[in-house]
């Protein structure tokens, strides 16, 4: 078997599963918990993992996970109600991204958001998805100490921990 990103998709599927449930557990007021920035808060956070997986995967694939292009972002996260709606959103862009790693590996020309024409391998795009669910997670459970509650605690979110979860 060749080592592949499909396992590690499958551990940011999964983590970013935990810690919406985490967040479901949580008050209210824990969803504009920050840590330095007031406009980076947890809700918004949350939110911005969901969003930029939805577009990594269309950039990928070239089909629209959960908007279609040119439509408006999914809904912001206000409260802890809608966090209910972001874990399934985030469970249909994580499964569409895990479809990805059935592709060629080819470089993609497109305009990125500094409108600027670059090139990138799906690979590329595929491993910063990953990178920036895992970066984003850890700036929750920052913002979430910060303001004193409970953070997620990213030991349980680990590979070791996602491994374990299948014993």
């Not at 059935?102 to 600027?116: A, P, S």
């Not at 090139?119 to 998805?129: G, V």
Request: proline share 4%.
């Amino acid at each position: 078997m060749t080592i592949a990103l499909d396992r590690l998709l499958g551990h940011m599927a999964w983590a970013n599963q935990k810690t919406i449930e985490h967040l479901q557990t949580l008050p209210e007021e824990s969803l504009k918990a920050f840590a330095t920035n007031p406009e980076w808060f947890v809700g918004e956070i949350a939110h911005h993992i969901v969003d930029s997986a939805d577009h990594y995967a269309f950039r990928i694939s070239g089909k629209p996970a959960l908007t279609q292009p040119g439509d408006p972002c999914i809904d912001d996260v206000n409260v802890i109600a809608d966090l209910a709606r972001l874990k399934e959103q985030a469970a249909t862009v994580d499964a569409h991204l895990l479809e990805c790693v059935k592709l060629d590996d080819v470089q993609i020309e497109f305009v990125n958001y500094e409108d600027k024409l670059v090139k990138r391998w799906r690979s590329t795009i595929l491993s910063q998805a990953i990178h920036h669910a895992t970066e984003h997670r850890a700036q929750i459970a920052s913002a979430l100490e910060a303001k004193g509650f409970t953070p997620v605690n990213l030991d349980d979110l680990d590979l070791w921990a996602y491994e374990k979860s299948f014993e």
